[in-house]
């Protein structure tokens, strides 16, 4: 199948700014007999798709751009379902989710950063900034207001949790825990 070729199916994932296209055959419902699909996305926005007929079959695409002066198609999760049309009639023919990724030529780099990172980059500064500023003081009062700041010992567990979830992400998802060692000889004595 060339890459251009129509799916069968609607996909569990596409890349925002791409086209998708499908070609469903419904047995039930041929295109031929007059039966139109729409296609609904609901997600961050709202989209509805109409078949065009192809014999029996109905195709269905999805633009790179979704529609001229709408928001694209963005990335996130989406609820999916297709709709069977004739005559007043209407037939749920099947539904699902769908993930859409994020277009990497879209954006501007900033947004497809992992949230652990940029609450790390956060905790990291608030660390630096107290190690600087001699951040013994973990609760202090100017003129009868009172301030208590996160322990430096718990900053530094955030810090922790939020590496080994980069570690994880980074592992493809897989449970990653850094391991040290240290190797004191061979152990062999000659």
């Known amino acids: 199948?060339?890459?251009?070729?129509?799916?069968?199916?609607?996909?569990?994932?596409?890349?925002?700014?791409?086209?998708?296209?499908?070609?469903?055959?419904?047995?039930?419902?041929?295109?031929?007999?007059?039966?139109?699909?729409?296609?609904?996305?609901?997600?961050?926005?709202?989209?509805?798709?109409?078949?065009?007929?192809?014999?029996?079959?109905?195709?269905?695409?999805?633009?790179?751009?979704?529609?001229?002066?709408?928001?694209d198609l963005t990335f996130g999760v989406y609820q999916w379902s297709e709709k069977a049309l004739l005559a007043g009639e209407v037939y749920e023919t099947a539904r699902g989710m769908v993930t859409v990724t994020p277009n990497l030529e879209a954006g501007t780099g900033a947004e497809f950063q992992q949230w652990a990172e940029k609450v790390l980059e956060l905790i990291e500064a608030r660390i630096a900034g107290r190690m600087v500023d001699g951040g013994d003081a973990e609760a202090f009062q100017i003129g009868g207001r009172s301030v208590n700041l996160i322990p430096i010992r718990e900053l530094f567990g955030y810090r922790n949790m939020l590496q080994g979830q980069l570690r994880s992400i980074r592992a493809g998802g897989t449970f990653s825990r850094e391991v040290v060692m240290k190797f004191t000889g061979t152990g062999h004595k000659l």
Request: no cysteine; charged share 15%.
């Open 1 to 71: 199948m060339a890459i251009t070729d129509p799916l069968t199916a609607m996909p569990t994932e596409f890349m925002s700014g791409t086209t998708l296209k499908l070609k469903r055959s419904l047995a039930d419902f041929p295109a031929s007999a007059g039966w139109s699909l729409k296609l609904t996305l609901a997600g961050k926005t709202l989209f509805t798709f109409t078949s065009t007929p192809s014999g029996d079959a109905h195709l269905i695409t999805i633009p790179a751009v979704a529609a001229p002066g709408t928001d």
